[in-house]
Structure formats: C-alpha cells, structure tokens
C-alpha cells in the first residue's frame, strides 16, 4: 500500500482564474484522499459556501468544478506532511520558486493565501506582523504583467487554534466582498 507522503495532489488550475486559492502543503487525511481539504475538521469548503462564493457547498471530490468558476487551489509546498511543522527550509525554497513560476504562467488576478506561514514564504516576508485579507499593490508580475492581488486568510486547519471558526469563516465573505468590489465575482457576473 502506497505511503501518504508518496500521494501528492494535482494543482487544478487554468489561465485566468478568479482567484487561486494556495495552502501550505497536504496534510495526512488529504493526501491519503487524494484531494484538497479533505479533512472534515478543514473549513475550506463550508468556508467558500459560507461566504458566498460557491452556490453550494462543495465536496473536495469535486474540486475540479471549481474551475467553471474561475476558482483554482494549489499549495505552496507539494510533499504531503503530518504537519507542515515537518517541512524544511528547502522544501519552502524549491515550493516557493515553482509557486512564482505557476502564477508568472497563469496570471491568477487574485491569490487568496490559505495561512499567513503560504504567504510568508511565498513572497519572502519573513518579519514583521501579516494583516489579513487584502494586502497593498500586486505580486509577482514580470515586465509584461503587472501581477497579481493578494487575499490572506487564517488557515482553514482544524489545528488552527490562533483564530476562531467565526473569525476563519468570516474572512471568506471579506474575500468574497473583495471580489464584488472589483467586479470579478463568478456568481455576480454569471447571472
């Protein structure tokens, strides 16, 4: 039988996205599934459905669908760990430069980084207090493309104990107000 740490995920994503969503790695229940989130104790799903981004609440089987609405998820780090306390500083490197490489190729308007440890590592902020939700101008652009927004939430973990499930779903609707806001919305355009 095949380890979890030898099951890696698919990172679903297209040119164009919405927003794609960036976790720090998979987790034991997620690997051994064989999909994102896949934890029951994971807020992610009730999350996107709470805050008015999916018109129901999807499963992790069916996170290839959420590409028609312009959503993709990928992490930061690929290798499957029982925590992402077990991942070394070459593991946050290498993720790091493919995480560039994948948004400079696909040109996500928005990045909504699940956990401040994705996006600390992500764009090299290593210091210093990480406000949630919107941050100031793009990243990752290239000379012929300004970048992408950046949304941080709280990690959507069940292990996450430093935010309140309130305050972890809440950020959901912030991030789904973002998106009004800027006309991108899929369930607001799609009408």
């Known amino acids: 039988m095949e380890k979890f740490t030898e099951r890696w995920l698919p990172t ?8 794609l969503f960036c976790g720090i790695n998979p987790g034991r229940i ?18 996107l459905y709470a805050g008015g981004l999916t018109p129901r ?73 990480v406000t949630l939700g919107l941050q100031t101008g793009t990243y990752f652009g290239t000379e012929e493309w300004p970048g992408s927004f950046v949304f941080v939430i709280p990690s959507t973990s069940g292990a996450n104990a430093a935010y309140t499930r309130e305050q972890r779903l809440a950020m959901f609707q912030s991030l789904s107000d973002v998106l009004r806001e800027k006309g991108w919305h899929p369930l607001q355009t799609k009408k």
């Open 12 to 19: 679903y994503v297209k040119r164009d996205l919405v927003v």
């Open 57 to 129: 609440q999807f499963r992790p089987e069916e996170t290839a669908q959420l590409l028609e609405l312009g959503y993709g998820i990928t992490d930061l780090v690929a290798r499957p760990t029982l925590s992402s306390g077990d991942l070394h500083k070459t593991d946050f490197a290498q993720g790091a430069a493919d995480f560039v490489q994948l948004v400079q190729t696909y040109r996500p308007r928005l990045i909504c980084f699940n956990g401040i440890t994705a996006f600390r590592h992500a764009t090299g902020t290593k210091r210093g207090t």
């Open 30 to 47: 997620s690997a051994t599934a064989g999909y994102h989130y896949a934890n029951p104790a994971n807020l992610f799903w009730r999350g």
